[in-house]
Nanobody, 123 residues
Framework: QGRLQESGGGSVQAGGSLRLSCAAS????????MAWFRQIAGKEREGVAA????????FYAASVQGRFFISQDNSMRTLNLQMNRLKPEDTGIYYC????????????????WGQGTQVTVSS
């Protein structure tokens, strides 16, 4: 029932960096997992990174491990994704999501989604 809105996408050359943000509202009560997913044309939505509000534990897809970093502010109202050493294959629409998943990087486990923000990485 909460609302999510992404920002910070844009165009960057390979090797560059971007920081995405997701403003969250209406998330109260039990702790949530928050996550970033990306949509690449012709492919299944892919989990990128996730964080658990109760203990700030983080999870990353192997393809972004060591390059991307997920974080939340203290109030858990802002979700961030620092994206470093970007590659052309990182190009896609990035979404933030919230839910109570079992598999934290499985998009089917999440119930609330933002509108997405475009990330384009040129070679």
């Amino acid at each position: 029932q909460g609302r999510l809105q992404e920002s910070g996408g844009g165009s960057v050359q390979a090797g560059g960096s971007l920081r995405l943000s997701c403003a969250a509202s209406g998330y109260t009560g039990s702790p949530y997992h928050m996550a970033w997913f990306r949509q690449i044309a012709g492919k299944e939505r892919e989990g990128v990174a996730a964080i658990y509000g109760a203990d700030s534990s983080t999870f990353y897809a192997a393809s972004v491990q060591g390059r991307f970093f997920i974080s939340q502010d203290n109030s858990m109202r802002t979700l961030n994704l620092q994206m470093n050493r970007l590659k052309p294959e990182d190009t896609g629409i990035y979404y933030c999501a919230a839910g109570h998943p079992n598999l934290v990087l499985d998009y089917r486990q999440y119930t609330n989604w933002g509108q997405g923000t475009q990330v384009t990485v040129s070679s």
